[in-house]
């Protein structure tokens, strides 16, 4: 639709919204879903998804009418149609544009490599980022991938790739999407398809037009045909030698609702976990952010919000934002303990940890080692294996105390007798091994 259009409408909505004809919430779900395809004709055609919202405007339909010939300065009589019938309507050109538009790269200049602060728990994904935008000639690990949960800095990472290269290497043909953008340009692909021939074979040869491919949040690629179509590019991809970069919240082999040759290729490449930042990561990504205006907060502040706010980057930032929010409108002398603890309350809203199960220490232990729940109960012999094992034995007995019967159950139906032998073996190697208990340590702080 042309933008006029869009801005023509949304002035419309405003306009009425302002007016209270309609009731608030009713107005949110509904109307403003609403899209003015074209007038033509003195015509009107306004595209609604629900019946709901087709019945609420009927009802009034005289108000949305006067409203729109008043900002189109001619009177004009509305035609409500379907959204899909809107899709019908849509000449090639358009559908080319909005497959165009989705295809862009939008890159956020903020997210580089120099303001990515590194620490023990991102420094590999980091590395493995920053060495394959420099593999010229063959990807070392394709494809990358970078797990770990939300507010980590995968996004940061992905978009420092396409910033780098923008920069080091314009030649270099570029493609980031996140899965949900993906999952929406196939289907309006596929709907196009009956109309204007076969559109999505027009999308994979975009698609496969790139040296870098780059996908955020591959967990939520849930959409049956999307992902067979982007099994098709993805192999393609790999042949041609074009690196691809995915990020996910958890660990490829735990990835549900993808089909299993899916997890089986992203299994095949470089896997690289991001955890929550330490104490020293957390202040620096603060010190970052503070950058030329230090003097403005006491250091124990900072102290305090690298500790407390250490579980999502984004809260992290956030909560220093809204310290320095607070600072305009009081303007202390310095953002102290006292005016932090007052500002940001004595119990700060964190997210509150759910009780703690045995699965959630297998997660957190699967994730530190890189490996799956098939891999934990299993029955490889693997050190590496065996010691994640014992750690899941030992911590389920420590945290949770529970018996050696419910964890052999929950840890692949182990006898009684072989899950207290395990966790004898752990107890002995915290005592002898410090790389054992350093993970145990770790693992344990994640689940706190």
């Given at each position: 639709m042309p933008a006029n259009f869009d801005r023509m409408w949304e002035n419309v909505l405003k306009k009425i919204h302002s007016s209270h004809y309609f009731n608030d919430q009713d107005f949110q779900a509904w109307i403003y879903k609403t899209t003015l395809f074209k007038i033509e004709n003195d015509?009107?055609?306004?595209?609604?998804?629900?019946?709901?919202?087709?019945?609420?405007?009927?009802?009034?339909?005289a108000i949305f009418e006067s409203t729109l010939s008043e900002e189109w300065s001619s009177p004009v009589q509305i035609h409500l149609?379907?959204?899909?019938?809107?899709?019908?309507?849509?000449?090639?050109?358009?559908?080319?544009?909005?497959?165009?538009?989705?295809?862009?790269?939008?890159?956020?200049?903020?997210?580089?490599?120099?303001?990515?602060?590194?620490?023990?728990?991102?420094q590999e994904a980091y590395a493995a980022c920053f060495a394959a935008?420099?593999?010229?000639?063959?990807?070392?690990?394709?494809?990358?991938?970078l797990y770990g949960n939300s507010g980590l800095g995968k996004t940061h990472l992905l978009h420092a790739v396409g910033n780098y290269l923008s920069a080091e290497r314009p030649e270099a043909k570029v493609i980031y999407m996140y899965s949900g953008d993906f999952v929406t340009l196939l289907i309006d692909a596929m709907k196009a398809k009956s109309i204007h021939g076969n559109t999505v074979d027009r999308v994979k040869e975009q698609l496969l037009d790139c040296d870098y491919f780059l996908i955020d949040d591959i967990q939520n690629?849930?959409?049956?045909?999307?992902?067979?179509?982007?099994?098709?590019?993805?192999?393609?991809l790999i042949q041609k030698n074009s690196q691809i970069i995915i990020t996910s919240d958890i660990h490829p082999r735990e990835l549900s609702g993808l089909q299993n040759r899916l997890v089986s290729r992203f299994s095949s490449g470089l896997a690289i976990n991001i955890s929550k930042p330490g104490f020293e990561t957390s202040k620096?990504?603060?010190?970052?952010?503070?950058?030329?205006?230090?003097?403005?907060?006491?250091?124990?502040?900072?102290?305090?919000?690298?500790?407390?706010f250490s579980n999502d980057v984004r809260n992290l930032e956030g909560s220093l934002n809204q310290l320095i929010f607070q600072s305009t409108l009081f303007n202390p002398d310095i953002i102290d303990m006292k005016f932090a603890m007052e500002h940001l309350g004595k119990e700060p809203v964190i997210e509150k940890?759910?009780?703690?199960?045995i699965r959630e220490i297998k997660?957190?232990?699967?994730?530190?080692?890189?490996?799956?729940?098939?891999?934990?109960?299993?029955?490889?012999?693997?050190?590496?294996?065996?010691?994640?094992?014992?750690?899941c034995v030992y911590l389920s007995r420590e945290m949770l105390h529970k018996p050696y019967m419910q964890i052999g159950k929950d840890l692949g139906n182990r006898d009684h007798t072989t899950i207290q032998s395990s966790y004898n073996r752990a107890c002995e190697l915290m005592k002898k091994d410090n790389a054992f208990r350093m993970a145990v340590d770790k693992i344990k702080e994640k689940l706190m």
């Amino acid at each position: 639709m042309p933008a006029n259009f869009d801005r023509m409408w949304e002035n419309v909505l405003k306009k009425i919204h302002s007016s209270h004809y309609f009731n608030d919430q009713d107005f949110q779900a509904w109307i403003y879903k609403t899209t003015l395809f074209k007038i033509e004709n003195d015509i009107a055609y306004i595209a609604y998804r629900s019946s709901i919202t087709k019945a609420i405007m009927e009802r009034q339909l005289a108000i949305f009418e006067s409203t729109l010939s008043e900002e189109w300065s001619s009177p004009v009589q509305i035609h409500l149609i379907e959204y899909k019938e809107m899709e019908q309507m849509m000449p090639e050109v358009i559908v080319q544009q909005r497959t165009n538009t989705l295809l862009e790269n939008k890159f956020n200049p903020t997210y580089t490599f120099e303001n990515f602060i590194e620490g023990n728990s991102n420094q590999e994904a980091y590395a493995a980022c920053f060495a394959a935008c420099n593999q010229i000639s063959f990807p070392a690990f394709n494809p990358l991938m970078l797990y770990g949960n939300s507010g980590l800095g995968k996004t940061h990472l992905l978009h420092a790739v396409g910033n780098y290269l923008s920069a080091e290497r314009p030649e270099a043909k570029v493609i980031y999407m996140y899965s949900g953008d993906f999952v929406t340009l196939l289907i309006d692909a596929m709907k196009a398809k009956s109309i204007h021939g076969n559109t999505v074979d027009r999308v994979k040869e975009q698609l496969l037009d790139c040296d870098y491919f780059l996908i955020d949040d591959i967990q939520n690629l849930q959409h049956t045909s999307s992902q067979e179509v982007f099994f098709t590019v993805y192999n393609q991809l790999i042949q041609k030698n074009s690196q691809i970069i995915i990020t996910s919240d958890i660990h490829p082999r735990e990835l549900s609702g993808l089909q299993n040759r899916l997890v089986s290729r992203f299994s095949s490449g470089l896997a690289i976990n991001i955890s929550k930042p330490g104490f020293e990561t957390s202040k620096a990504i603060l010190k970052k952010k503070l950058e030329g205006r230090e003097d403005i907060i006491s250091d124990d502040v900072l102290d305090y919000l690298a500790l407390t706010f250490s579980n999502d980057v984004r809260n992290l930032e956030g909560s220093l934002n809204q310290l320095i929010f607070q600072s305009t409108l009081f303007n202390p002398d310095i953002i102290d303990m006292k005016f932090a603890m007052e500002h940001l309350g004595k119990e700060p809203v964190i997210e509150k940890r759910s009780e703690l199960t045995i699965r959630e220490i297998k997660k957190a232990v699967s994730q530190f080692y890189g490996l799956s729940y098939a891999d934990l109960e299993g029955k490889s012999r693997l050190k590496q294996i065996m010691n994640a094992r014992h750690i899941c034995v030992y911590l389920s007995r420590e945290m949770l105390h529970k018996p050696y019967m419910q964890i052999g159950k929950d840890l692949g139906n182990r006898d009684h007798t072989t899950i207290q032998s395990s966790y004898n073996r752990a107890c002995e190697l915290m005592k002898k091994d410090n790389a054992f208990r350093m993970a145990v340590d770790k693992i344990k702080e994640k689940l706190m």
